[in-house]
């Protein structure tokens, strides 16, 4: 059964802290691999990876996918209390649009 | 516009009502979705619609019944729902790549459903 793990499930940090999340998949028909950060209410995109070995990076924020090892991770450096959140790594199969998620990491940033 | 907009925001229905839950883009995207979250979960995809075509169904059971009147549209009929249904369902859409619908997807606020 395909399937999508994300470690640690939660984290609690202080403000300055840098934070690696983990996500690793077994997924027949993989296309790209997904972050997504969820408050409140929609999950808001963050970052798309389909090739092995390149980092992706948005500000404080970077990822890296390794297709080999089938694993991905996200990094925040300088955390903020604003990225307290649930960080969500989901899969997208190859054809049709199918994401599955994994569990979701709930992140919390202290003052 | 880059935003995917979705009313009601919040919903409650009895277990004979009939409701319709409503997703809007117009960011020209030809893939729209709806993903139920039950709380501290993930979401879990129900329909993919592609170019106004229903594509993926999830095994969704029949009480729910997807529509896509047109590309900017999608709408999610409910009918003789089950307190177990209560969740937020979130609708996306994606741009098109030929119609391999891998593109990231972008995800509406939700509505709120509780079924009473």
């Known amino acids: 059964e395909d399937k999508v793990v994300q470690s640690p499930l939660s984290l609690v940090v202080h403000e300055g802290d840098t934070v690696t999340l983990n996500c690793s998949y077994e997924v027949t028909n993989f296309r790209s691999l997904l972050w997504y950060k969820q408050e409140k209410k929609a999950p808001t995109f963050l970052f798309m990876l389909t090739s092995s070995g390149i980092e992706k990076k948005s500000g404080r924020l970077s990822s890296i996918l390794d297709k080999k090892e089938l694993f991905s991770i996200l990094n925040i450096t300088a955390t903020q209390t604003g990225d307290s959140a649930v960080y969500l790594c989901?899969?997208?199969?190859?054809?049709?649009?199918?994401?599955?998620f994994g569990q979701g990491t709930e992140l919390s940033v202290k003052p | 516009d880059t935003e995917v907009t979705q009313t009601p925001k919040h919903l409650v229905m009895g277990m004979t009502n009939k409701k319709s839950l409503k997703c809007e883009q117009h960011m020209g995207h030809r893939a729209m979705y709806w993903y139920k979250q039950k709380a501290k979960k993930p979401p879990e995809l129900m329909f993919v619609y592609s170019y106004e075509k229903l594509s993926i169904n999830e095994s969704v059971p029949s009480r729910f019944s997807p529509e896509c009147p047109n590309s900017s549209l999608l709408n999610l009929h409910l009918h003789a729902l089950q307190p177990e249904d209560s969740a937020l369902y979130l609708c996306?859409?994606?741009?098109?790549?030929?119609?391999?619908?891998?593109?990231?997807?972008?995800f509406g606020p939700g509505t709120r459903l509780t079924v009473l």
């Open positions: 989901a899969v997208l199969y190859n054809q049709g649009g199918k994401l599955i």
């Open positions: 996306a859409s994606s741009q098109p790549s030929g119609r391999a619908n891998d593109n990231e997807q972008f």
